[in-house]
């Protein structure tokens, strides 16, 4: 693991603390580790997302809800798995 450092204002640091106290976690370490993994996902899926949209309206042919449905699903679990967030 290598260490960074990061400055921040005094009450964004109160904040945290607070936060690591009623939320149980151990150091603000583990908070903001936490925090980092969460926004990272939170932007992979935003882009999952995305790259949905593209594909919505795209077929240019007749399809039943059916072959829509199955189409969607096989798409989202492309993503997951080119995400890994299966």
Same mark, same amino acid.
């Given at each position: 693991?290598? /260490?960074?450092?990061?400055?921040? *204002?005094?009450?964004? +640091?109160?904040?945290? *603390? $607070?936060? =690591?106290?009623?939320?149980?976690?151990?150091?603000?370490?583990?908070? /903001?580790? $936490?925090s980092?993994?969460?926004?990272? $996902?939170? &932007?992979?899926? *935003?882009?999952? /997302?995305?790259? +949905?949209?593209?594909?919505?309206?795209? $077929?240019?042919?007749?399809?039943? *809800?059916?072959? &829509?449905?199955?189409?969607?699903?096989? =798409?989202?679990?492309? +993503?997951?798995?080119?995400y890994? +967030?299966k």
């Amino acid at each position: 693991m290598e /260490i960074i450092s990061i400055k921040m *204002d005094k009450e964004m +640091l109160k904040r945290i *603390d $607070s936060l =690591v106290k009623d939320n149980n976690y151990g150091t603000r370490t583990e908070f /903001i580790r $936490s925090s980092i993994r969460e926004k990272m $996902s939170r &932007l992979e899926k *935003d882009q999952i /997302i995305k790259e +949905l949209m593209k594909l919505k309206g795209s $077929s240019k042919t007749h399809t039943t *809800d059916a072959q &829509l449905r199955k189409t969607r699903i096989e =798409v989202g679990n492309e +993503l997951l798995r080119e995400y890994n +967030l299966k």
